[in-house]
């Protein structure tokens, strides 16, 4: 089953999320973004992320984490090594929030290099302490990397939830346009980003990374010896 599409125009690989109404994040929508993701490094293409109209992604596929402890571990595994992937990409991802980005679909928002946002009555943010999940170390380390420190505690630790407009202030987004700009100003950034040297992209990003990818190496480590509760 398609559960991530991919359109390419100009060399740039606009991967969409397409996995029912909250485009929740299974592992099979894991292994299709990784594929995706191949895909594009294999072409030096700058890559654009979004969901559908309204919604981002909502998260995390709740029936995988209710499955089983081992189940929730893996799946949160996946999705920690796919935004320390991102992190480290040899070429730009511009992330696209089309709606609400709520849990691992906001932690797919800090792990792009740049995000547009929709304006809108959207929420964004992490509600993981909202619903009784002790929050992952490798989260707190995406979260702590890009969320500036007076905004910090109000997300992680208070599971407070943004407006676009307010999650560029709190480091979730980087801009917010209207709904009818989405794509044509995410297109117009892409093209920019294809002017840039990218083994110097590549370089700058993992120098000027190199303590979150360390600290999330470490983080994916710890929290698969954990037992996550729900």
């Known amino acids: 089953m398609q559960l991530v ?4 125009e100009n060399n740039v690989h606009i991967i969409s999320l397409n996995n029912g109404k909250v485009n929740a994040i299974s592992p099979e929508v894991i292994e299709q973004l990784n594929s995706a993701l191949d895909a594009a490094e294999q072409q030096a293409a700058v890559v654009i992320l979004t969901g559908q109209a309204g919604i981002f992604s909502g998260g995390f596929d709740l029936k995988t984490m209710k499955q089983s402890s081992e189940a929730a571990i893996a799946l949160v595994t996946a999705g920690s090594s796919l935004s320390r992937r991102m992190l480290a990409f040899p070429t730009p991802i511009i992330g696209v929030c089309s709606g609400h980005a709520i849990a691992k679909g906001a932690f797919l928002m800090l792990s792009c290099d740049y995000r547009i946002g929709c304006a809108g ?11 009784g999940m002790t929050m992952h170390q490798a989260g707190i380390e995406i979260a702590r990397n890009r969320i500036p420190t007076h905004y910090l505690t109000r997300a992680v630790i208070n599971a407070e939830l943004f407006s676009p407009e307010t999650a560029v202030e709190a480091g979730f987004l980087d801009n917010v346009v209207e709904p009818d700009q989405l794509m044509s100003t995410a297109m117009m950034v892409a093209k920019h980003m294809q002017t840039l040297n990218m083994t110097a992209h590549h370089g700058t990003k993992l120098k000027m990374r190199q303590t979150i990818l360390a600290a999330l190496d470490a983080a994916i480590i710890e929290d698969r010896n954990i037992t996550l509760t729900l």
């Open 121 to 131: 009555e959207f929420k964004i943010g992490l509600n993981e302490v909202a619903i």
């Open 5 to 8: 599409n991919v359109t390419i």
